[in-house]
């Protein structure tokens, strides 16, 4: 049973453009919602993360929008740069799980110049 | 100062054949994971550790054993490999001051 739900699998933008990805969970004792950036021959690292008592969070060039009825997050990505090009998961995780992440089965996206 | 090892970063082994990969970590975070990567997967917890001595399953832990005798130290064992195992594994560590784990390089097994 996936309990993170992420779309799409794949996604090409253009530079400059906007990336979003989306994701949806089924378990609503997650409290932690992070995304996550992987490079090739790389692990996967914190990008950012927010908590369901906020609606949205922003850093730089990247946003999450939180929707706690609707049991959906997603992950916005402004004037995306060919250097964004990688695999991005979004994950949830339980207060009483220590750092347990669960994973939605990633994004690979690719910017094109 | 690394962080977090794992080793080796590439294997090949034979089917049948028993392998152990490596994790250590010099932060003594409290808890340690094992996930698998697959196209199309995600990342899937093998197994994890709140402690030393204590570990626990997670969603996919036919197949392997973990160890926890030292904090800096959670190796994880395939007792008889087998091609389903072929993967890249990653071991991560948490419970510092916030709630981010932080995953090593990787080890890309091929189970053949």
């Known amino acids: 049973q996936q309990q993170v739900k992420q779309s799409p699998q794949s996604l090409i933008v253009q530079k400059g453009g906007i990336s979003i990805i989306n994701c949806a969970y089924e378990n609503t004792a997650f409290d932690y919602f ?32 939180f929707n706690k009825s609707a049991k959906q997050f997603s992950l916005h990505i402004m004037d995306s740069q060919p250097g964004d090009s990688a695999t991005y998961f979004c994950a949830a995780s339980m207060n009483n799980a220590g750092n347990m992440l669960t994973f939605g089965g990633g994004t690979r996206l690719m910017v094109k110049p | 100062d690394a962080g977090i090892t794992q080793s080796p970063r590439y294997k090949i082994t034979e089917t049948g054949r028993q392998v152990t990969l490596m994790c250590h970590q010099t932060w003594s975070h409290s808890y340690m994971f094992w996930y698998r990567q697959d196209l199309g997967h995600g990342l899937r917890l093998i197994y994890y550790s709140a402690a030393a001595d204590i570990t626990d399953k997670g969603e996919v832990p036919d197949g392997y054993v973990v160890s926890r005798s030292k904090t800096e130290n959670f190796p994880l064992t395939l007792e008889s490999a087998t091609r389903s195992q072929t993967s890249v594994y990653f071991c991560a560590t948490g419970g510092g001051t916030g709630r981010e784990a932080f995953f090593g390089q990787g080890t890309r097994l091929t189970v053949v």
Not at chain 1, 38 to 61: N, T, W
């Open chain 1, 34 to 65: 992070p995304w996550y950036q992987q490079f090739p021959g790389k692990g996967p690292a914190l990008l950012i993360a927010i908590r369901p008592d906020v609606s949205e969070k922003k850093e730089g060039r990247f946003t999450i929008s």
